[in-house]
């Protein structure tokens, strides 16, 4: 069973940072991407930031200018840097892995709360 583990959330003031990881139980290259997504209370899950399997990254308009998504190969890892951090960043943030075939995994989540 392929696992996502997400880790690196936390309480954090505006204009902070934080480092979210993303540990896969397999290689990250069995996935055609990754990503990260995070849902706000009463909001739909949106998505942050994607790898592709070549290491192509893509982040979301909104926090292009703050976030950075990057990967470790030799530890089967997916990163969203955060910086700047705002309060409307404050929401669950879930990693995600789409293999070819349309498997999807998700983590658990991590919660991420800025103050303001």
């Known amino acids: 069973q392929v696992q996502l583990v997400e880790s690196g959330g936390g309480l954090v003031q505006a204009g902070g940072s934080l480092r979210l990881s993303c540990a896969a139980s397999?290689?990250?290259?069995?996935?055609?991407?990754m990503g990260w997504y995070r849902q706000a209370p009463g909001k739909q899950r949106e998505l942050v930031a994607r790898?592709?399997?070549?290491?192509?990254?893509n982040v979301a308009d909104s926090v292009k200018d703050r976030f950075t998504i990057s990967r470790d190969t030799a530890r089967n890892t997916v990163y969203l840097q955060m910086n700047n951090l705002k309060p409307e960043d404050t929401a669950v943030y879930y990693c995600?892995?789409?293999?070819?075939?349309?498997?999807?995994?998700w983590g658990q989540g991590t919660q991420v709360t800025v103050s303001s």
């Open positions: 397999i290689s990250i290259f069995s996935f055609n991407r």
């Open positions: 790898i592709s399997d070549i290491g192509s990254p």
């Open positions: 995600n892995g789409f293999r070819s075939g349309g498997d999807t995994n």
